[in-house]
Protein backbone atom coordinates (compact mmCIF):
# COMPACT_ATOMS: atom_id res chain seq x y z
CA UNK A 1 0.00 0.00 0.00
CA UNK A 2 1.36 3.44 -1.28
CA UNK A 3 1.37 5.98 1.94
CA UNK A 4 -2.03 7.32 2.68
CA UNK A 5 -1.90 11.61 1.64
CA UNK A 6 -4.85 11.84 4.13
CA UNK A 7 -3.63 12.93 7.66
CA UNK A 8 -3.80 9.98 9.99
CA UNK A 9 -4.76 10.13 13.67
CA UNK A 10 -4.77 8.20 16.18
CA UNK A 11 -8.34 8.73 17.77
CA UNK A 12 -7.79 8.02 20.81
CA UNK A 13 -5.20 10.99 21.96
CA UNK A 14 -5.62 12.53 18.13
CA UNK A 15 -2.03 12.47 17.86
CA UNK A 16 -0.63 11.85 14.76
CA UNK A 17 0.21 8.58 12.97
CA UNK A 18 3.22 7.23 10.88
CA UNK A 19 3.89 4.57 8.76
CA UNK A 20 6.20 2.85 10.47
CA UNK A 21 7.73 -0.92 9.58
CA UNK A 22 4.53 -1.91 8.12
CA UNK A 23 2.13 -0.12 10.76
CA UNK A 24 1.18 3.42 12.20
CA UNK A 25 2.35 4.40 15.08
CA UNK A 26 2.22 7.75 17.31
CA UNK A 27 4.45 9.76 19.35
CA UNK A 28 3.86 7.72 22.05
CA UNK A 29 4.82 4.63 20.56
CA UNK A 30 0.72 3.20 20.49
CA UNK A 31 0.59 1.18 17.20
CA UNK A 32 -2.15 -0.16 14.61
CA UNK A 33 -0.97 -3.08 12.91
CA UNK A 34 -1.64 -3.42 9.09
CA UNK A 35 -3.13 -7.43 8.64
CA UNK A 36 -4.61 -8.60 5.31
CA UNK A 37 -4.62 -5.60 3.53
CA UNK A 38 -6.25 -2.50 6.71
CA UNK A 39 -4.82 -0.76 9.09
CA UNK A 40 -6.57 -2.26 12.49
CA UNK A 41 -7.78 -0.01 15.45
CA UNK A 42 -10.85 -2.12 16.84
CA UNK A 43 -11.16 -5.89 17.83
CA UNK A 44 -13.66 -8.38 15.64
CA UNK A 45 -15.63 -8.70 18.92
CA UNK A 46 -17.78 -5.94 18.55
CA UNK A 47 -21.45 -5.19 17.64
CA UNK A 48 -21.10 -6.01 14.25
CA UNK A 49 -19.31 -8.87 14.43
CA UNK A 50 -22.32 -10.44 12.23
CA UNK A 51 -21.56 -8.37 9.14
CA UNK A 52 -18.00 -9.46 9.54
CA UNK A 53 -19.05 -13.51 9.08
CA UNK A 54 -21.61 -12.40 6.29
CA UNK A 55 -19.30 -10.21 4.04
CA UNK A 56 -17.06 -13.02 4.37
CA UNK A 57 -19.36 -15.71 3.52
CA UNK A 58 -20.81 -14.38 0.67
CA UNK A 59 -17.87 -12.26 0.10
CA UNK A 60 -18.25 -11.92 -3.73
CA UNK A 61 -22.15 -12.27 -4.06
CA UNK A 62 -23.10 -8.39 -4.80
CA UNK A 63 -19.65 -7.21 -6.53
CA UNK A 64 -20.15 -6.50 -9.57
CA UNK A 65 -17.24 -7.51 -11.20
CA UNK A 66 -17.78 -11.19 -10.16
CA UNK A 67 -21.47 -10.99 -11.75
CA UNK A 68 -22.07 -12.19 -15.45
CA UNK A 69 -25.27 -10.12 -15.80
CA UNK A 70 -25.83 -7.42 -12.89
CA UNK A 71 -24.20 -4.14 -12.95
CA UNK A 72 -26.37 -2.88 -9.63
CA UNK A 73 -23.44 -1.19 -7.41
CA UNK A 74 -22.33 0.62 -10.35
CA UNK A 75 -25.68 2.07 -11.68
CA UNK A 76 -27.01 2.30 -7.77
CA UNK A 77 -23.28 4.28 -6.74
CA UNK A 78 -23.77 6.54 -9.90
CA UNK A 79 -27.66 7.55 -9.75
CA UNK A 80 -27.58 8.27 -5.95
CA UNK A 81 -24.07 10.58 -6.03
CA UNK A 82 -24.60 12.10 -9.42
CA UNK A 83 -20.94 12.38 -9.32
CA UNK A 84 -18.88 12.66 -12.30
CA UNK A 85 -16.32 10.37 -12.30
CA UNK A 86 -13.90 12.81 -14.53
CA UNK A 87 -14.51 15.08 -11.49
CA UNK A 88 -13.26 12.67 -9.09
CA UNK A 89 -9.92 12.54 -10.55
CA UNK A 90 -7.59 12.62 -7.54
CA UNK A 91 -10.01 13.60 -5.43
CA UNK A 92 -9.98 12.15 -1.51
CA UNK A 93 -12.88 9.97 -1.32
CA UNK A 94 -13.93 8.29 2.27
CA UNK A 95 -16.47 5.43 2.19
CA UNK A 96 -17.96 4.73 6.04
CA UNK A 97 -19.14 0.87 6.17
CA UNK A 98 -17.76 -0.29 3.44
CA UNK A 99 -18.76 -4.13 4.14
CA UNK A 100 -16.81 -6.25 1.45
CA UNK A 101 -16.26 -3.45 -0.98
CA UNK A 102 -19.29 -3.46 -3.81
CA UNK A 103 -19.00 0.60 -3.77
CA UNK A 104 -15.32 0.59 -3.35
CA UNK A 105 -15.24 -1.58 -6.16
CA UNK A 106 -16.77 0.72 -7.83
CA UNK A 107 -14.94 4.36 -6.96
CA UNK A 108 -11.68 1.97 -7.93
CA UNK A 109 -12.56 0.63 -11.09
CA UNK A 110 -14.66 3.57 -12.57
CA UNK A 111 -13.20 6.80 -11.48
CA UNK A 112 -9.40 7.96 -10.72
CA UNK A 113 -10.29 8.78 -6.57
CA UNK A 114 -8.17 8.23 -4.14
CA UNK A 115 -9.93 5.67 -1.83
CA UNK A 116 -10.10 5.82 2.23
CA UNK A 117 -12.64 2.68 3.43
CA UNK A 118 -13.48 2.11 6.80
CA UNK A 119 -15.69 -1.10 8.34
CA UNK A 120 -15.89 -1.61 12.47
CA UNK A 121 -15.96 -5.61 11.44
CA UNK A 122 -13.75 -7.93 10.05
CA UNK A 123 -15.61 -7.48 6.87
CA UNK A 124 -12.57 -5.55 5.70
CA UNK A 125 -10.47 -8.88 4.85
CA UNK A 126 -13.48 -9.70 2.53
CA UNK A 127 -13.00 -5.96 1.09
CA UNK A 128 -9.38 -6.57 0.45
CA UNK A 129 -9.72 -9.55 -1.19
CA UNK A 130 -12.56 -8.24 -3.95
CA UNK A 131 -10.34 -4.83 -4.49
CA UNK A 132 -6.98 -4.85 -3.07
CA UNK A 133 -4.23 -4.23 -3.45
CA UNK A 134 -4.29 -1.02 -5.37
CA UNK A 135 -2.13 2.11 -5.29
CA UNK A 136 -5.13 4.34 -4.49
CA UNK A 137 -6.99 2.36 -2.04
CA UNK A 138 -6.77 2.43 2.17
CA UNK A 139 -8.25 0.26 4.05
CA UNK A 140 -9.23 0.53 7.63
CA UNK A 141 -10.86 -1.33 10.62
CA UNK A 142 -12.36 0.99 13.00
CA UNK A 143 -15.85 2.53 13.62
CA UNK A 144 -17.32 5.88 12.74
CA UNK A 145 -17.53 7.26 16.17
CA UNK A 146 -13.39 7.23 16.31
CA UNK A 147 -12.26 7.77 12.71
CA UNK A 148 -8.63 7.15 12.27
CA UNK A 149 -8.34 10.67 9.89
CA UNK A 150 -7.69 14.34 11.29
CA UNK A 151 -11.23 16.55 10.50
CA UNK A 152 -12.25 18.57 7.42
CA UNK A 153 -10.07 16.74 4.72
CA UNK A 154 -12.63 14.62 2.43
CA UNK A 155 -13.77 16.19 -0.78
CA UNK A 156 -16.36 13.58 -0.72
CA UNK A 157 -17.98 11.21 1.82
CA UNK A 158 -20.16 8.11 1.47
CA UNK A 159 -22.02 5.95 3.50
CA UNK A 160 -24.63 3.62 1.79
CA UNK A 161 -26.60 1.17 3.74
CA UNK A 162 -24.89 1.50 7.39
CA UNK A 163 -26.37 4.85 9.51
CA UNK A 164 -29.67 2.35 10.61
CA UNK A 165 -27.35 -0.46 12.05
CA UNK A 166 -25.47 2.03 14.14
CA UNK A 167 -26.72 2.66 17.89
CA UNK A 168 -26.65 6.31 17.31
CA UNK A 169 -28.16 7.39 14.11
CA UNK A 170 -27.80 11.63 14.65
CA UNK A 171 -24.07 11.06 16.12
CA UNK A 172 -23.30 8.88 13.31
CA UNK A 173 -24.04 11.88 10.89
CA UNK A 174 -22.29 14.34 12.59
CA UNK A 175 -19.33 12.01 13.06
CA UNK A 176 -19.32 11.84 8.87
CA UNK A 177 -20.15 15.70 8.63
CA UNK A 178 -16.63 16.28 10.79
CA UNK A 179 -14.58 14.64 7.97
CA UNK A 180 -15.65 16.69 4.98
CA UNK A 181 -13.61 19.43 3.90
CA UNK A 182 -14.68 22.89 3.01
CA UNK A 183 -16.62 22.60 -0.01
CA UNK A 184 -16.79 19.40 -0.18
CA UNK A 185 -19.88 16.75 -0.12
CA UNK A 186 -21.70 14.43 2.40
CA UNK A 187 -24.25 12.22 0.79
CA UNK A 188 -25.67 8.94 3.18
CA UNK A 189 -28.47 6.54 2.12
CA UNK A 190 -30.97 4.26 4.53
CA UNK A 191 -33.88 2.47 5.59
CA UNK A 192 -36.79 5.24 5.72
CA UNK A 193 -39.27 5.37 8.03
CA UNK A 194 -42.57 5.67 5.57
CA UNK A 195 -45.22 5.29 8.12
CA UNK A 196 -46.40 3.52 10.69
CA UNK A 197 -46.53 0.40 8.79
CA UNK A 198 -42.42 0.32 8.29
CA UNK A 199 -42.18 -1.59 11.42
CA UNK A 200 -44.74 -4.17 10.74
CA UNK A 201 -42.75 -6.68 9.39
CA UNK A 202 -41.46 -10.43 9.70
CA UNK A 203 -37.95 -8.68 10.17
CA UNK A 204 -39.35 -6.24 13.01
CA UNK A 205 -40.96 -8.88 14.45
CA UNK A 206 -38.36 -11.37 14.71
CA UNK A 207 -35.44 -9.60 14.96
CA UNK A 208 -35.34 -9.64 18.42
CA UNK A 209 -35.03 -13.27 18.41
CA UNK A 210 -33.03 -13.79 15.68
CA UNK A 211 -30.21 -10.86 16.05
CA UNK A 212 -28.82 -12.68 19.08
CA UNK A 213 -28.71 -16.27 17.29
CA UNK A 214 -25.54 -18.23 16.51
CA UNK A 215 -24.86 -16.86 13.25
CA UNK A 216 -24.13 -20.13 12.23
CA UNK A 217 -27.30 -21.37 13.55
CA UNK A 218 -29.02 -18.30 11.86
CA UNK A 219 -27.75 -18.85 8.77
CA UNK A 220 -28.27 -22.83 8.27
CA UNK A 221 -32.57 -21.78 9.02
CA UNK A 222 -32.43 -19.68 6.38
CA UNK A 223 -30.68 -21.46 4.54
CA UNK A 224 -33.05 -24.44 4.81
CA UNK A 225 -36.12 -22.67 4.07
CA UNK A 226 -35.11 -20.51 1.17
CA UNK A 227 -36.78 -22.61 -1.21
CA UNK A 228 -40.31 -22.60 -0.43
CA UNK A 229 -40.32 -19.36 0.84
CA UNK A 230 -39.05 -17.48 -2.41
CA UNK A 231 -41.49 -19.70 -4.03
CA UNK A 232 -44.45 -18.48 -1.75
CA UNK A 233 -43.47 -15.09 -2.37
CA UNK A 234 -43.70 -15.31 -5.91
CA UNK A 235 -46.77 -16.71 -6.00
CA UNK A 236 -47.79 -14.18 -3.64
CA UNK A 237 -46.58 -11.61 -6.71
CA UNK A 238 -48.30 -13.48 -9.11
CA UNK A 239 -51.99 -13.47 -8.07
CA UNK A 240 -51.13 -9.80 -6.91
CA UNK A 241 -50.95 -10.30 -3.19
CA UNK A 242 -47.25 -9.66 -2.84
CA UNK A 243 -47.54 -5.89 -1.41
CA UNK A 244 -49.18 -7.00 1.57
CA UNK A 245 -48.43 -10.67 1.89
CA UNK A 246 -44.77 -10.90 1.75
CA UNK A 247 -44.13 -8.77 4.21
CA UNK A 248 -44.99 -10.88 6.69
CA UNK A 249 -42.74 -13.64 5.20
CA UNK A 250 -39.75 -14.26 6.87
CA UNK A 251 -37.45 -13.52 3.87
CA UNK A 252 -35.89 -10.40 2.28
CA UNK A 253 -38.38 -8.63 -0.23
CA UNK A 254 -37.32 -10.33 -3.73
CA UNK A 255 -39.41 -8.60 -5.83
CA UNK A 256 -37.83 -4.95 -4.78
CA UNK A 257 -34.35 -5.72 -3.93
CA UNK A 258 -32.97 -8.79 -5.94
CA UNK A 259 -31.79 -8.21 -9.63
CA UNK A 260 -33.94 -9.76 -12.12
CA UNK A 261 -31.61 -11.39 -14.31
CA UNK A 262 -30.25 -13.26 -11.43
CA UNK A 263 -30.33 -17.35 -12.74
CA UNK A 264 -31.99 -20.00 -10.35
CA UNK A 265 -28.47 -20.44 -8.04
CA UNK A 266 -27.49 -17.07 -7.69
CA UNK A 267 -30.95 -15.76 -7.07
CA UNK A 268 -30.98 -18.25 -4.05
CA UNK A 269 -27.31 -17.10 -2.77
CA UNK A 270 -28.26 -13.68 -2.67
CA UNK A 271 -32.12 -14.31 -1.36
CA UNK A 272 -30.03 -15.91 1.65
CA UNK A 273 -27.56 -12.83 2.08
CA UNK A 274 -29.81 -10.46 2.19
CA UNK A 275 -32.45 -12.58 4.32
CA UNK A 276 -29.39 -13.03 6.95
CA UNK A 277 -28.57 -9.31 6.53
CA UNK A 278 -31.96 -8.45 7.78
CA UNK A 279 -32.15 -10.46 10.38
CA UNK A 280 -28.44 -10.69 12.24
CA UNK A 281 -27.83 -7.23 12.62
CA UNK A 282 -27.43 -5.78 16.43
CA UNK A 283 -29.04 -2.28 15.25
CA UNK A 284 -31.84 -1.78 12.84
CA UNK A 285 -32.75 1.80 13.01
CA UNK A 286 -34.64 3.37 10.17
CA UNK A 287 -35.26 6.72 9.88
CA UNK A 288 -37.45 9.36 8.70
CA UNK A 289 -36.00 11.46 5.59
CA UNK A 290 -37.21 14.65 6.91
CA UNK A 291 -35.44 14.33 10.17
CA UNK A 292 -32.43 13.32 8.67
CA UNK A 293 -32.21 15.99 6.53
CA UNK A 294 -33.06 18.63 9.68
CA UNK A 295 -30.02 16.80 11.15
CA UNK A 296 -27.61 17.57 8.21
CA UNK A 297 -28.42 21.50 8.91
CA UNK A 298 -28.08 21.55 12.42
CA UNK A 299 -24.43 19.82 11.46
CA UNK A 300 -23.95 23.10 9.68
CA UNK A 301 -24.01 21.45 6.07
CA UNK A 302 -26.00 23.98 3.11
CA UNK A 303 -27.76 22.95 0.05
CA UNK A 304 -29.17 19.79 1.38
CA UNK A 305 -31.23 17.85 -0.69
CA UNK A 306 -34.04 14.99 0.86
CA UNK A 307 -33.88 12.17 -1.90
CA UNK A 308 -35.67 9.17 -3.30
CA UNK A 309 -33.96 7.82 -6.32
CA UNK A 310 -35.24 5.22 -8.13
CA UNK A 311 -32.64 2.48 -10.15
CA UNK A 312 -32.82 -0.74 -11.78
CA UNK A 313 -36.35 -2.45 -12.21
CA UNK A 314 -38.85 -0.52 -9.24
CA UNK A 315 -36.08 -0.04 -6.63
CA UNK A 316 -35.68 3.18 -4.50
CA UNK A 317 -32.65 4.65 -2.48
CA UNK A 318 -33.68 7.22 0.25
CA UNK A 319 -30.63 9.31 0.86
CA UNK A 320 -30.06 12.95 1.96
CA UNK A 321 -26.68 14.62 0.27
CA UNK A 322 -25.15 18.29 1.93
CA UNK A 323 -22.23 20.23 1.47
CA UNK A 324 -19.66 21.64 3.94
CA UNK A 325 -19.61 26.10 3.43
CA UNK A 326 -16.65 26.88 1.99
CA UNK A 327 -16.41 30.09 5.46
C1 LIG B 1 -25.47 -3.58 5.46
S1 LIG B 1 -23.73 -3.45 5.51
C2 LIG B 1 -23.44 -2.41 4.08
C3 LIG B 1 -22.07 -2.61 3.49
C4 LIG B 1 -21.84 -1.87 2.16
N1 LIG B 1 -21.91 -0.44 2.33
C5 LIG B 1 -22.84 -2.36 1.14
O1 LIG B 1 -23.76 -1.60 0.82
O2 LIG B 1 -22.71 -3.50 0.67
C6 LIG B 1 -23.42 -2.32 6.85
C7 LIG B 1 -21.95 -2.19 7.18
O3 LIG B 1 -21.79 -1.13 8.15
C8 LIG B 1 -20.76 -1.50 9.03
N2 LIG B 1 -20.88 -0.73 10.28
C9 LIG B 1 -21.85 -0.81 11.21
N3 LIG B 1 -21.56 0.02 12.24
C10 LIG B 1 -20.40 0.65 11.94
C11 LIG B 1 -19.60 1.62 12.60
N4 LIG B 1 -19.90 2.09 13.81
N5 LIG B 1 -18.49 2.07 11.98
C12 LIG B 1 -18.15 1.60 10.73
N6 LIG B 1 -18.85 0.65 10.08
C13 LIG B 1 -19.97 0.19 10.67
C14 LIG B 1 -20.97 -3.00 9.22
O4 LIG B 1 -19.84 -3.66 9.71
C15 LIG B 1 -21.37 -3.44 7.81
O5 LIG B 1 -20.29 -3.93 7.06
Redesign the pocket.
Known amino acids: MTPPDIRLINPSNKKPLKVQDGQLIDDDGNSFPLKEGAYRFVQDDN ?2 AN ?2 FQ ?1 NKFQKT ?1 IDRFQRTVDQSRERFFAVTKWDKIDLTNQNIL ?6 G ?2 SQIVLNHTNANLYS ?4 N ?1 VEANFRNNGPHPRFHLFQ ?4 DLPFAPAQFDKVFC ?3 LQ ?2 PDFKR ?1 VGALVEMVKPGGELIVDFYPVKGWYTKLHAKYLLRPFTRNMNHETLLSRIEANAGWLISASRFFDTIGLGRIVNRFLPVCDIRTTIPRELDKTALREWVILDTF ?1 MFS ?1 A ?1 DHPQRLDVVGQWFKSFGLTEVEKLTIPYGDGNTVTAVRGKKPTT
Not at 95 to 100: C, D, I, R, W
Not at 118 to 121: E, L, N
Open positions: YTFGWQEVGSGARFVDYSAGSVYFGVHTSDPH
